[in-house]
């Protein structure tokens, strides 16, 4: 509920800027952008940015993966320490990103044009699945299918320079952006499982827990459910392509 808010917030601030800051100009208010740097990670990023005052905009933008297996699998695996986790692991993921920018430039600030800086927040909402294996009865390895969602949520400052390529075509340089927030989610798996298969289960997923991530297992005759909690950090970065209008 806490990041519902908080997302709610700042989309209530930026549709307020827009509405009550008076227009700079006529023309070329507006700039939609792909940012190529994500697809190293197979997600798409797409960009809208609005200059609403004299070297200020408002800028926001989305990203999606689609279902695939882990990017950077190796870096997941020294986190978690356990590779039986991220053995048959895939992931998709939505990202939203809004952020203010103020251009320093006193030549091309108020055209949207040179070095930026300003403060943005960003929200994730990751979808995991995964087969995790276990021991039978009959001294068998079985898989129990787990899959859930992870929302995540962090504010951040963003440094970056944008400049123009040819009429209307620009380029946004977003050169460095930390961001730091927390992460929750549970991750759920349904299988008819034997005491002694519990026990089994139970103690090989007590492997995921770290002094990062909080983990809290429950394993059932059911199956097993996986809550988790942390701190989220990152940095974003981009090199965008744009059109002006």
């Not at 023309?27 to 797409?46: D, I, R």
């Not at 020294?78 to 990202?95: C, G, M, S």
């Not at 809004?98 to 930026?116: C, H």
Request: charged content about 20%; some cysteine; proline content about 4%.
């Amino acid at each position: 509920m806490k990041n519902k808010n908080l997302l709610g917030l700042t989309l209530l601030s930026i549709t307020i800027v827009l509405c009550i800051i008076p227009s700079i100009s006529v023309a070329q208010q507006n700039t939609v952008k792909f940012n190529l740097l994500p697809l190293v990670g197979k997600t798409f990023a797409f960009e809208y940015e609005r200059m609403v005052a004299p070297k200020m905009s408002v800028n926001a933008s989305i990203g999606f993966r689609g279902k695939s297996s882990l990017p950077f699998k190796s870096t997941i695996e020294d986190l978690i320490e356990d590779e039986n986790f991220t053995n048959d692991a895939t992931l998709d993921h939505f990202t939203f990103s809004p952020e203010f920018r103020f251009y320093t430039s006193k030549k091309n600030g108020n055209a949207g044009r040179g070095f930026y800086v300003g403060p943005f927040f960003k929200y994730g909402k990751y979808n995991i699945t995964t087969n995790y294996p276990y021991e039978t009865d009959q001294g068998t390895t079985e898989t129990v299918p787990l899959k859930g969602g992870i929302g995540t949520w962090g504010f951040g400052f963003v440094i970056g320079s944008q400049f123009k390529l040819a009429k209307s075509v620009f380029m946004d340089l977003r050169i460095l952006g930390p961001h730091y927030g927390g992460a929750s989610g549970t991750i759920s798996g349904k299988m008819d499982l034997s005491p002694q298969e519990q026990q089994y289960l139970r103690e090989e997923l007590e492997n995921l827990q770290n002094d990062i991530v909080d983990i809290e297992t429950t394993v059932d005759a059911q199956g097993a459910t996986l809550k988790a909690k942390s701190p989220w950090a990152g940095i974003r970065a981009g090199i965008s392509i744009g059109y002006r209008f």
